[in-house]
Nanobody, 125 residues
Framework: QVQLVESGGGLVQPGGSLRLSCTAS????????MRWYRQPPGKQRDLVAS???????QYASSVQGRFTISRDSAKNTVDLQMNALNPDDTAVYYC???????????????????WGQGTQVTVSS
């Protein structure tokens, strides 16, 4: 499968911004969905933002208007720009890519789903 690596997490003060990036080890062609999830301490993992292969975005109501998901095909990344952060945004953030295909040399394979290992975002003064 394809490895996903998140970066950009860290400690930020309330009201601040962070940009998370998820890089794929191999280019995934035409993925159905690229998503960001988060898991606060002691809670379940929830969907934060979704980007479909048609460019349709969806956001959790709690982040609508503050977070923006985008894709850079040239860099094999899917990013999450997070603005106006508050302590409730504290969580481990995971990227997920579903569907599409990837090629290694002349061999192309259908891609199922891949997850990153997560990056910690802490919002605190």
């Amino acid at each position: 499968q394809v490895q996903l690596v998140e970066s950009g997490g860290g400690l930020v003060q309330p009201g601040g911004s962070l940009r998370l990036s998820c890089t794929a080890s191999t280019k995934i062609r035409e993925p159905n969905y690229m998503r960001w999830y988060r898991q606060p301490p002691g809670k379940q993992r929830d969907l934060v933002a979704s980007l479909s292969m048609y460019g349709i975005t969806q956001y959790a109501s709690s982040v609508q208007g503050r977070f923006t998901i985008s894709r850079d095909s040239a860099k094999n990344t899917v990013d999450l720009q997070m603005n106006a952060l508050n302590p409730d945004d504290t969580a481990v953030y995971y990227c997920n890519v579903q569907g599409g295909s990837y090629c290694r040399g002349s061999v192309c394979t259908a891609h199922g789903t891949s997850w990153g290992q997560g990056t910690q975002v802490t919002v605190s003064s």
